[in-house]
């Protein structure tokens, strides 16, 4: 469900629906993002709908490859991606260091990253942003209109109306982009479509039902306080975009209404420090209940109060794990699979008076599922720890759509008008599950579509 990509051709242009990078074994999804099933210069423009790296990640190594065109995206969005594509070239010239050793003990020849920071520069010069629900024409016959999805800061579904030039017919393509929560703790709800002829929609989670936010928020609640009576620290893995700022805002609301005690936060990662200044720069996304809890707490940001410290030094880093008195330390990356977190996992996996917390999504094979799952043994840096610490997961905290949230961003769509709603970006049992519940909702031509399928209207 990573490298979200699709390619529409109109009126003898291509559009380039996202361009995300495939996640997984390092070999075999180097291979799959190195060669694009198109050739690069064909495509005319691109439509970015978010900065998460499954969406946005293969920019860089698309322009190196000859694409020229406008990347047409939201203001927060062009912003998150100055420093999420610079990061992700970082972390494709240090993944070469491990492929060349492989390569090394083949005897085969040394390969090249898949992109550099110097080109994620480049790429960064073809994003143009654009305010949601303004029109603007981005090919011949095609203009395009940025409606919120809610997802992440930034985060768009795609509007395409689109006027055929040898027939004269006119169609609307909706593209889901990622949609967020009804219930999204900072953001603005997803905004509803009432007409279109072809809908591409996520189904991430079309097979379940979250917790809400209150509900998370009352089990974060209860995990610091059960750890600051054992004077031990909260250690907490998390995504340096949307689950940093979420986590940290439930915090500040916990502080505010007095229901932890006064114990200092620290927000340990680079890249979520950036992140979270682009979430000051776009208070316009904030919703109604941030505005009301601002006002009636006394807050200037809901990032920021008395107890919270973000660490960019590496130096200050290190030295939070010489703090003896009760701590949460919230770092990246989400999965525990490398960043700063494995240092303070290192230090504080083995005290039991300290929790880890899972609020992420954890794929197979990371530290953080191997955490998640309950194993008594892991490794950190090619070194055995035991799992003496108490290991706590919050499910609430996922930035999708579940099922019930999934039907109701199409549930206003006019049915007899619509042609084809498409299932993407979802593993097999939630794409199913999803497609019978929308027929039973009486969407008919609901499609399940392969990689590389190819579709004429």
């Known amino acids: 469900m990573t490298g979200s990509m699709h390619l529409l051709e109109v009126n003898g242009e291509r559009i380039l629906l996202d361009c995300g990078l495939f996640q997984g074994h390092r070999a075999e999804t180097y291979e799959r993002n190195l060669h694009l099933p198109f050739d690069p210069a064909t495509v005319n423009t691109v439509v970015l709908s978010h900065a998460h790296i499954d969406h946005s990640g293969n920019l860089p190594n698309l322009c190196k490859q000859g694409f020229r065109g406008n990347i047409w995206c939201t203001a927060a969005t062009r912003n998150l991606c100055s420093y999420m594509l610079m990061d992700s070239g970082h972390i494709h010239e240090q993944d070469v260091v491990y492929l060349n050793k492989q390569q090394r003990k083949r005897n085969e020849p040394p390969v090249e990253p898949l992109y550099t920071q110097a080109d994620a520069r480049a790429s960064l010069e073809q994003l143009i942003g654009v305010g949601f629900e303004r029109p603007v024409s981005i090919a011949s016959g095609v203009q395009l209109t940025f409606m919120r999805a809610g997802h992440i800061l930034g985060a768009a579904s795609v509007q395409l109306d689109i006027r055929e030039l040898s027939t004269g017919k006119s169609w609307r393509v909706i593209y889901s982009g990622d949609i967020g929560r009804l219930d999204s703790p900072i953001l603005q709800p997803p905004k509803n479509f009432d007409e279109a002829d072809i809908v591409i929609m996520e189904s991430t989670y079309g097979d379940r039902l979250h917790e809400s936010y209150v509900d998370a928020r009352r089990r974060l609640r209860d995990v610091v306080n059960r750890t600051a009576r054992r004077h031990g620290k909260v250690i907490i ?29 620290f927000v340990d990662s680079p890249l979520a420090v950036n992140a979270t200044d682009v979430f000051r720069m776009h208070p316009e996304a904030w ?59 290192k230090n504080n996996i083995e005290d039991p008076r300290n929790t880890v917390l899972i609020v992420s999504f954890q794929a197979e094979h990371t530290l953080g599922r191997r955490l998640k799952d309950g194993e008594k043994q892991v490794r950190i840096f090619g070194e055995q720890y035991e799992v003496r610490a108490e290991v706590e997961s919050i499910e609430g905290y996922s930035a999708h759509a ?37 027929q039973e909702e009486g969407f008919h031509q609901v499609i399940a579509p392969a990689r590389s399928d190819f579709y004429e209207f």
């Open 237 to 265: 893995p998390a995504f340096a975009v949307g689950r940093t700022q979420e986590i940290v805002y439930a915090l500040n609301q916990l502080d505010a209404s007095g229901d932890i005690p006064a114990i200092r936060v």
């Open 287 to 345: 919703n109604d209940e941030v505005r009301h809890f601002l006002i009636e707490g006394d807050r200037r940001s809901p990032f920021d109060y008395p107890q919270i410290e973000y660490v960019r030094e590496v130096r200050r880093s290190k030295q939070l794990n010489h703090l003896s008195e009760p701590v949460i330390i919230i770092s990246a990356n989400g999965m525990a699979e490398n960043g700063r977190i494995l240092h303070h996992l």
């Open 402 to 438: 579940d099922q019930r949230e999934l039907l109701a961003w199409v549930s206003k769509l006019n049915r007899q008008r619509l042609q084809q709603l498409f299932l993407v970006h979802g593993e097999l049992p939630a794409i199913e599950a999803l497609q019978q519940r929308l």
